[in-house]
T-cell receptor, first 117, second 114 residues
Framework: EAQVTQNPRYLITVTGKKLTVTCSQN?????MSWYRQDPGLGLRQIYY???????DKGDVPEGYKVSRKEKRNFPLILESPSPNQTSLYFC????????????????FGPGTRLLVL | SQQGEEDPQALSIQEGENATMNCSYK?????LQWYRQNSGRGLVHLIL?????REKHSGRLRVTLDTSKKSSSLLITASRAADTASYFC??????????????FGSGTRLSIRP
């Protein structure tokens, strides 16, 4: 089954304790992205990757890191989490068409609810 | 500020009525997409419309795109209780170069009354 998986689904942590949220897709998509969703703000893009070893900042990258060593995986790293990073996080993947120029339909993971105390 | 802004923020209609949501954006786009989200769950893609298209249909969904006004609308006809959800538009915030940032609107919360 084609899907995007995220782990963990729920996480409670304390300020400053490094954590990683994993994201994996089995559709061989080039484009992967992380979003956070907060009430009244919709989804905001944190980081995105157009292919292996190619990553770039979205609108709200501060406090986050990502890596793309393999096409299927795109982990989100919070080196020193703070309470303002409490949010609902979504990973998504998408194929790129027209030689990598056209962004297509995104497939979303189920989300990770993070609470930073 | 976000490129995609939707209105209304919330919409409540009677089952069977049509629901219309609007999205405005600021920069040139290659395509615009509409997504649906049920209460804190993952987003589900509904429909994609390219910048050279003006209207697209999928089942009970009709999407229009007006690039001169930088706006799009999503019409859901003959609404059902199961259509209760939040609806978001998303655009690729770039000109004519390679794919990059994706901007989502803040969403419209649609409630269907029985």
């Amino acid at each position: 089954e084609a899907q995007v998986t995220q782990n963990p689904r729920y996480l409670i942590t304390v300020t400053g304790k490094k954590l990683t949220v994993t994201c994996s897709q089995n559709m061989n998509h080039e484009y992967m992205s992380w979003y956070r969703q907060d009430p009244g703000l919709g989804l905001r893009q944190i980081y995105y990757s157009m292919n292996v070893e190619v990553t770039d900042k979205g609108d709200v990258p501060e406090g986050y890191k990502v890596s793309r060593k393999e096409k299927r995986n795109f982990p989100l790293i919070l080196e020193s989490p703070s309470p303002n990073q409490t949010s609902l996080y979504f990973c998504a993947s998408s194929p790129l068409t027209s030689g990598g120029a056209l962004f297509e339909t995104q497939y979303f993971g189920p989300g990770t609810r993070l609470l930073v105390l | 500020s976000q490129q995609g802004e939707e209105d209304p923020q919330a919409l409540s209609i009677q089952e069977g009525e049509n629901a219309t949501m609007n999205c405005s954006y600021k920069t040139s786009i290659n395509n615009l997409q509409w997504y649906r989200q049920n209460s804190g769950r993952g987003l589900v893609h509904l429909i994609l419309i390219r910048s050279n298209e003006r209207e697209k249909h999928s089942g009970r969904l009709r999407v229009t795109l007006d690039t001169s006004k930088k706006s799009s609308s999503l019409l859901i006809t003959a609404s059902r209780a199961a259509d209760t959800a939040s609806y978001f538009c998303a655009t690729d915030a770039r000109g004519y170069s390679s794919a990059s940032k994706i901007i989502f609107g803040s969403g419209t919360r649609l409630s269907i009354r029985p």
